[in-house]
């Protein structure tokens, strides 16, 4: 960065590493911008009643794009469910292996090892224990 700005391409992303925050440029970002268009966010089905509720409140990604600003939620293969208009409010990068229960938005107690395991099996089964994932922040947009 050669300057102060308020252009969003010149946000840094914080990091967690084995030791101090690294700041490094964003891994993903269309443009360098927030998206002014809906990116569809896919959830299998299961995860409709705690995004619908607001129990479910962040997602965690690895190697898909999930940039901050409007999206449209979907629930893949549920019988009922319409896609629902919602926002990322904010991404945040964590190595997994560092990952903690705090960062991902898990009760205290959980086991994050296992956490991790399960990611792999139910959606990311070539991911590897040290890759960089998303934590997204998302809102539902509720009818006025």
Known sequence: MTGPSSDLSDRVINVVADGPLLDIPPLRQSGGMVSATPNTIHFHRKHHEAVMSGEKVTTVRWNEDVPVGAAVFVFDEHPTALSVPGTVIAVHQYRLDML????????????????????????????????VVEVAQLAIETSR
């Open 100 to 131: 903690t229960a705090e960062q991902a938005h898990q009760p205290p107690e959980t086991d994050m090892q296992l956490f991790a395991q399960q990611l792999r099996e139910n959606y990311y089964p070539d991911m590897p224990s040290d890759a």
